[in-house]
């Protein structure tokens, strides 16, 4: 069901941890599924230099942490906040649409990572935490 790709991200997931002085922090929960997410980027000359993630989830949540993250270093600013919620399923050669949610902490994680760090920058109060709501999983437990 999951895809040699999820699988590898899973098992192998690529920068795992945190960056001490981040230059910006998003986390995002899934109130849900109680799945937390965190990433941490390093900004240099409008670049993203570093980033890393910790994630407290499910396998996919892990590979799709894992995933959004190499999509995100190397990129400017600018190109990173157009990744997709989509372009982070696809990478993974796809989800089970019972897990497409997952892919939405990823790519909502880095975006709140990149606002905090624009938030800083132009000294304007900075984004609160994020609690992302999947229906999926509202609808398969009748919330
Ligand atoms: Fe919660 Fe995957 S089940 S993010």
Known sequence: MYS????????????VGEIPDADGIGTVGNPTCGDLMSI???????????VKFKTFGCAAAIATSSMVTELAKGKTIEEALKITRNDVASELQGLPPIKMHCSNLAADALKAAIEDYLARKNGTPRPARVDHSCHIEHEAHEF
């Open 40 to 50: 941490y980027i390093k900004v240099r000359d409008g670049r993203i230099e570093d």
């Open 4 to 15: 040699a790709k999820v699988m590898d991200h899973f098992k192998n997931p690529r920068n």
